[in-house]
């Protein structure tokens, strides 16, 4: 007691023998020496062990409290949360199978992941796993803990791929709406509501019609053939840990919004979901549905901010691109046209007064093999492309049709991979669609059909030259030639409707290329490609089905025809090649999804 009469003092007004008290420091020592000399510390191991044990017990009805007390112990000691016994429990209860015990388990981690930063990593997988629960009020509880945890940690180290999960969420069909709404609260938020961080106030593009005449159209082709302005100046840093080795962008340039969303497309693969999601917070009212006046007031606010600041992103992306060096740069170039191509497929609008800005990039170089980061960086503008065509004013079609613009597309279908390939061809089949382009001389169909006749000529002299039925033991050149020819007449089948006759569907005929006509290309290309069809390697097989699921796309009818030529049967027989049912219910999908999509847009 010694160190505690050293500690203490008495009031100098006040009578000592009544007023003796404990400075802090005393008080403290006085409570370890008490907590010491007690049982308590002595049996805590046990009745932890005890909880733990009943954490794990058979009975659902003991599981659930268990893990209650389990939070009130933790309570006492938040660095229990990283006990390897506590870990291992707490795990456990994350696959339980009582829904009560499963959002017990996530409250229990969620009352500690904003106090410490370490518990939100050490449980990240556990949690992310549960955004797929089959329990509503457990992916609720797991949505809204991931809310707070991006909202108030901005350096959380697992932010990007947390995003792309929670954006798959939202884009899901079946997920419960009021988990959208919390998932769109978080977003708008998180991206879309402060404007204050924006350099410019940024004017959203004004939507065009077929009779109007843009603003920024007289400036389309000032810059197309004008080198970039170059320049590597200003502060570089890595937006975040997705980005590969040298995807740096210019961070005084953006805002932490733009940032975060470059973030998070350079770590998915696919982007849909994401422009899902954008559309969603742009054109639909979100964040409820009462129909008070206030609420609905609301709502219109923050959808025009949102449109706001996306118009703002997209400048700042635009911008950006003028800045980065393509040869030394290019993942950090493409990872800015993939964000652009996000907000081109949720909103075609924001992107037409940067259409300058981004079509010198299809420029390709035949002198040298094109990189990954090239092909990615094409294959997104053409999708930009194909985006913004259907609101195209005649005076921008009319000045792409006399461009560089089509000898472009139809280059990238000689020379990148099939991915890139079918994005250019998308891209100028959407434009030769253009009702501002006069018929039957559209200056845009007609590079379209010399691309679909080169490659068909392609097919048909293989056809000719045809020895024997396994085409595996062709050439490589041969093979990549065979390829890609069926890749491209498959493309150009799937993204046109209006390259056919009804005189010519019972045709079964496979004609020369000079007899090859723009309406009939269609069934023309379908009958080379039963040819294709009835080789013996897989390899073969699977590219020619993929380029006639291209024909049953653009043609639905052709696939009537394949149904009594039999074809289908054949690929999907019990003795087909494993490769080729997989191959085929792939086809199936991808049509279906075109079909769903033809019967969305008639309704």
């Known amino acids: 007691m010694c160190v505690c009469v050293a500690h203490t003092h008495m009031c100098p007004s006040q009578p000592a023998d009544q007023h003796l008290t404990l400075s802090n420091f005393s008080s403290t020592k006085l409570l370890q020496q008490t907590n010491a000399q007690s049982d308590i510390l002595s049996i805590f191991p046990q009745l932890l062990g005890t909880v733990l ?185 890595t937006p975040g840990s997705a980005m590969t080795d040298g995807s740096e962008v210019n961070a005084s340039r953006f805002s932490a919004a733009a940032l975060q969303i470059i973030e998070v497309v350079s770590s998915m693969q696919d982007t849909y979901f994401l422009a899902t999601l954008v559309r969603d917070l742009l054109f639909s009212l979100g964040g409820g549905t009462g129909d008070k006046d206030s609420k609905k007031q609301e709502r219109l606010k923050r959808k025009a901010m949102a449109e706001k600041n996306c118009a703002a992103i997209v400048a700042q992306c635009a911008d950006e691109l003028i800045m980065v060096d393509e040869e030394t740069d290019s993942n950090s170039l493409s990872a800015i046209v993939s964000t652009l191509t996000v907000f081109a497929q949720a909103s075609p609008k924001l992107i037409l007064p940067h259409l300058d800005t981004l079509l010198p990039y299809l420029k390709t170089n035949s002198e040298t093999a094109p990189s990954q980061a090239e092909m990615l ?43 890139a390939t079918d994005s250019a061809i998308r891209a100028l089949s959407y434009l030769a669609s253009s009702s501002h382009l006069e018929q039957p001389k559209n200056r845009l169909k007609m590079p379209l059909f010399g691309v679909s006749k080169m490659f068909y000529t392609c097919l048909y002299n293989l056809y000719v030259n045809a020895k024997g039925d396994d085409y595996s033991k062709l050439s490589p050149r041969h093979v990549a030639n065979l390829k890609r020819s069926l890749s491209v007449v498959g493309s150009v089948c799937a993204y046109n409707d209006d390259i056919y006759e009804e005189d010519d569907e019972e045709s079964e005929d496979i004609v020369s290329p000079d007899q090859l006509q723009y309406k009939n290309l269609s069934v023309n290309i379908f009958n080379i490609l039963r040819f294709f069809l009835a080789k013996i390697d897989a390899p073969t097989k699977c590219a020619a089905l993929k380029a006639m699921a291209g024909c049953f796309s653009g043609r639905p009818k052709l696939m009537l025809k394949a149904q009594l030529l039999g074809l289908l049967e054949d690929v999907m027989s019990d003795i087909a090649d494993e490769e080729l049912l997989k191959t085929a219910l792939d086809c199936w999908f991808a049509i279906l999804g075109v079909e769903e999509k033809r019967v969305d847009e008639k309704g």
């Open 53 to 237: 044990r009943l954490v794990n017990d058979e009975s659902a009805n003991l599981r659930k409290p268990a893990v209650k007390s389990l939070n009130q112990i933790i309570s006492s000691d938040p660095r229990l949360m990283f006990h390897k016994a506590i870990k291992k429990s707490v795990a456990k209860c994350f696959v339980d199978e009582s829904v009560s015990v499963r959002e017990a388990a996530v409250t229990l981690v969620g009352n500690y992941v904003l106090k410490s930063p370490r518990v939100a990593s050490a449980y990240h997988d556990s949690l992310l796993d549960r955004l797929t629960d089959k329990g509503v009020s457990v992916r609720k509880a797991v949505v809204k803990l991931f809310k707070e945890v991006l909202l108030t940690q901005s350096d959380y180290p697992q932010r990007a791929v947390t995003c792309c999960r929670l954006v798959k969420v939202f884009a899901d069909p079946k997920e419960e709406e009021t988990i959208k709404t919390v998932i769109y609260d978080l977003f708008m938020e998180l991206w879309f509501k402060d404007s204050a961080s924006m350099n410019n106030e940024i004017v959203v593009a004004p939507s065009t019609d077929a009779t109007t005449t843009t603003s920024y159209a007289p400036s389309f082709l000032d810059h197309f053939d004008t080198p970039l302005k170059g320049g590597m100046g200003g502060r570089r840093v």
């Open 377 to 419: 960086t094409c294959s997104k503008i053409c999708v930009i492309m194909s985006s913004v065509a259907p609101i195209l004013s005649r005076t921008t079609m009319l000045q792409i049709a006399s461009s560089d613009l089509p000898t472009d597309l139809v280059n990238i279908t000689q020379r990148f991979g099939p991915e």
